[in-house]
């Protein structure tokens, strides 16, 4: 699947692997290391092809992928986080210091499904760097939803989602 854009993947997937989806993010030198509060995100409506929708908040510059949904120990059922890409690329997230179980959607340029991951397991603080769940697919656009959410409303490959993205992307 990600042949055709080796050179592009390879580019793509490491500077991904840097900022996206709950990766560690490093202490400041003389920091304690304790956990920061999540930065607040700018919202908006998505709808799902069951005709329900959530609010989610939108990772959009480098340093909210990078946080994402990092530290955070539970998640409202009606929850979600869309991560925002300039392109659509080969995208690898693992889940460093993601304390949460989650749905991972991956969504392409067209805000189609591309690949559906449940149960995508949490990290602990002390998970080795080998041992970190990881997951990839083509997307423009990753939901991280709650375990068990994408099943609850039968999220497939394929299926269209709706959602406004605000201009421009940064």
Request: proline share 9%; glycine share 8%; hydrophobic share 40%.
């Amino acid at each position: 699947m990600f042949g055709a854009r080796r050179g592009a993947f390879f580019s793509v997937a490491v500077a991904v692997s840097l900022c996206a989806g709950g990766c560690g993010k490093k202490s400041a030198p003389g920091s304690s290391g304790a956990r920061e509060s999540p930065p607040a995100l700018p919202k908006t409506t998505l709808a799902f092809p069951d005709g329900s929708s959530i609010a989610v908040e939108l990772a959009l510059t480098p340093q909210t992928r990078e946080y994402g949904l990092m530290n955070r120990t539970s998640l409202p059922p009606d929850y979600g986080m869309l991560f925002v890409f300039a392109e659509e690329a080969p995208i690898h997230f693992w889940m460093k210091n993601t304390l949460v179980d989650l749905d991972m959607i991956f969504i392409g340029r067209d805000k189609r499904i591309t690949a559906v991951f449940k149960d995508v397991p949490r990290s602990a603080p002390d998970t080795p760097e080998a041992n970190l769940a990881r997951r990839g697919a083509l997307a423009q656009y990753v939901l991280e939803l709650p375990a068990g959410a994408s099943a609850r409303r039968k999220l497939e490959r394929g299926q269209a989602l709706a959602f406004d993205i605000p201009s421009p992307l940064r």
